[in-house]
C-alpha cells in the first residue's frame, strides 16, 4: 500500500493542530491536583527499605474509566500511525497491532522490535494526540479517596505504575485532579529505544520496585485493569492484587486470574480497604 502525500501532509497537521490545543489546555489549568508534585524522573533507591509499604496504580481504564472510551480514540490514533508509517490497509493495521499488543503488551514495543520505529515519534503522533481534556474531568471523590488513603497512613507511598509514556500519564492525572496525591511514577520509558520495557514483563515490576524504594513485594498492593499484568504481580508475591474489570475480562488484557481480587470501578477501592483481606 502506498501512502499519498496530500494526505500524510494532512494527517500530520492536523496531529500538530491538536497538540497546540493539548498544550494551551494543560497550561491553563487550576483546580485543585493539577500541578504534578512528585519528582517526574525517579532514580533507582540504592538500598531498597525492606519494611516499606507501597500501593502501585495502573492509570489508563484504572484511575479514570474505560468506559470514556479513551482506548477506541487512542486505538484509532494507532491504526493511523501503522497506516502512514508501515504503509498498511487498515485492516493489515489492526492484526498487527493486535498481535503486538497481545505479545508485547504494547504495540510500540513491536514496532521498535520489527520495525526499528523511533518511540518518541509514536509518542507524539498517538498518546500526545489524544483530546484528553474532552473526556477527563477532575474526580473529587476519587481524590477524597486518595486523601482518605493517604491520612490512614496505610502506606508509606502512593506510586503510578504505568505502560504509558510519562507526557500522557502526567496529562491524565492532572486533568483527574490528583496529581498531587502520588509519591512518584514509573512509567514505560520510551526514550530507551534499545529495550522498552514495560507490563507485563516482570522487570517492569523490578523498575517499580527498585524506583519506589520498595523492599519486597510481599509489602505491596497493585491495581491495574490488565488481567495479564495482575498475573505477574500475583507470581512475584505482591500482597494484593487487585483486577479492575469494569465490564467483562479481554481477551487481549487477559482474564482475571486466580487468587486477585475483583473491582468494577475505582472508588470500589474504599470497599477493599476497609476489608479484613
Known amino acids: 500500500m502506498t501512502i499519498d502525500n496530500d494526505e500524510y501532509t494532512a494527517y500530520t497537521k492536523r496531529i500538530y493542530k491538536q497538540h497546540e490545543i493539548n498544550k494551551a489546555h494543560l497550561e491553563s489549568l487550576t483546580h485543585p491536583g493539577s500541578k504534578v508534585t512528585f519528582p517526574i524522573n525517579p532514580t533507582y533507591h540504592p538500598v531498597p527499605d525492606p ?22 480514540l487512542m486505538y484509532e490514533l494507532i491504526l493511523d500511525y501503522f497506516q ?7 485492516e493489515d493495521a489492526r492484526d498487527l497491532n493486535a498481535n503486538y499488543y497481545k505479545n508485547y503488551g504494547l504495540a510500540i514495543r ?7 520505529i523511533n518511540a518518541i515519534d509514536y509518542n507524539d503522533m498517538v498518546d500526545d494526540a489524544l483530546p484528553l481534556q474532552d473526556i477527563i474531568k477532575p474526580n473529587l471523590k ?20 504505568t505502560n504509558a509514556y510519562k507526557n500522557h500519564a502526567l496529562r491524565c492525572v492532572r486533568l483527574l485532579g490528583i496529581a498531587d496525591m502520588f509519591d512518584g511514577i514509573t512509567y514505560c520509558n520510551y526514550e530507551n ?7 507485563p514483563d516482570s522487570q517492569a515490576f523490578e523498575i517499580a520496585k527498585l524506583q519506589s524504594g520498595l523492599g519486597d513485594y510481599r509489602n505491596c498492593w497493585f491495581i491495574d485493569d490488565s488481567g495479564n499484568n495482575i498475573k ?3 507470581s512475584l508475591g505482591m500482597s494484593k492484587c487487585i483486577h479492575l474489570v469494569e465490564d467483562t475480562p479481554d481477551e487481549i488484557l487477559g482474564e482475571t486470574p486466580k487468587g486477585s ?10 470497599s477493599v480497604l476497609d476489608s479484613k483481606i
Open 232 to 234: 505477574t504481580g500475583i
Open 142 to 161: 476519587l481524590r477524597q479517596l486518595l486523601i482518605k488513603l493517604r491520612e490512614s497512613k496505610r502506606f508509606d507511598k502512593l506510586w503510578l505504575f
Open 51 to 72: 519494611d516499606m509499604k507501597v500501593f502501585f496504580f495502573d492509570i489508563d481504564n484504572c484511575l479514570y474509566k474505560r468506559s470514556l472510551n479513551i482506548h477506541d
Open 261 to 270: 481480587i475483583v473491582i468494577r470501578d475505582i472508588l470500589d477501592l474504599e
Open 110 to 116: 513491536g514496532l521498535v522490535k520489527h520495525h526499528n
Open 193 to 199: 529505544y534499545d529495550a522498552i520495557i514495560c507490563k
Open 84 to 90: 502512514h508509517h508501515l504503509e498498511l490497509s487498515r
